[in-house]
């Protein structure tokens, strides 16, 4: 079993539609979770950390933690052309270690 | 503030043979961790080094090593290059740890094995 899985995708929504990504982890001590986005053919970059259960929402994007689950997930709302990359959900248990899925990719027609 | 610089970008090596790879973190930075970008497996967890020391690694064999120098730079080491090492090398810096929140990365080196 892997330790953070994704939906490899692709995943794909029309312009203005909400974009739901998920992804699952195997430790439960894990403490911090993390959403970056990937551009094809750049490097990733952080969208989103969560850290408690619930939602946390910045703009466009909420993310959602069930630790009892052991369930992560990225809503974009509003979806965009311009959103459409690869979402890597990342996973930490302790301060020196970042787990990666292995990415959803995300295409958004106009 | 000037980002997170690795080089090579690209490289090209025969099974076998052995490279080094470079990673300058932003400056003030200590945390410095590698990750193999593969297009089936993702980014997967390397190294990572904090002032020096290295604290956690990931599973891959001791063909893969590492350090980091008290400017913080790193490097990374593969030896005896095999087919299946060529991947997108990237590095990310970090003001606390690679598992504490933002890190942020290098364009990456991408080795191709021949």
């Known amino acids: 079993q892997k330790e953070v899985e994704q939906n490899s995708g692709p995943l794909s929504v029309p312009e203005g539609a909400i974009a739901s990504l998920n992804c699952t982890y195997s430790?439960?001590?894990?403490?911090?979770f993390f959403w970056y986005r990937q551009y094809s053919g750049k490097s990733p970059e952080l969208i989103m950390s969560?850290?408690?259960?619930g939602d946390k929402e910045d703009g466009r994007f909420t993310a959602q933690l069930n630790k009892a689950s052991q369930y992560v997930s990225l809503l974009i709302r509003d979806s965009q052309p311009s959103d459409s990359a690869t979402y890597l959900c990342a996973v930490s248990k302790n301060n020196n270690d970042m787990r990666f899925g292995a990415g959803t990719r995300l295409t958004v027609k106009p | 503030k000037a980002g997170v610089t690795q080089t090579p970008r690209y490289l090209i090596k025969t099974r076998g043979q052995q490279v080094t790879l470079s990673c300058s973190p932003i400056s003030g930075h200590r945390s410095v961790s590698w990750y193999q970008q593969t297009p089936g497996q993702g980014l997967q967890f390397l190294f990572e080094?904090?002032?020096?020391?290295?604290?956690n690694k990931g599973n891959f064999p001791g063909r893969f090593s590492g350090r980091q120098f008290s400017n913080s730079r790193s490097e990374m080491n593969v030896s005896t290059l095999e087919l299946g090492d060529s991947a997108l090398y990237l590095c990310?810096?970090?003001?606390?740890?690679?598992?504490?929140?933002?890190?942020?990365f290098g364009e990456g080196s991408r080795l191709t094995v021949l």
């Open positions: 080094y904090f002032s020096e020391t290295q604290r």
């Open positions: 969560i850290y408690s259960n």
């Open positions: 990310a810096s970090s003001s606390q740890g690679a598992g504490t929140g933002e890190l942020f």
């Open positions: 430790d439960r001590v894990s403490q911090s």
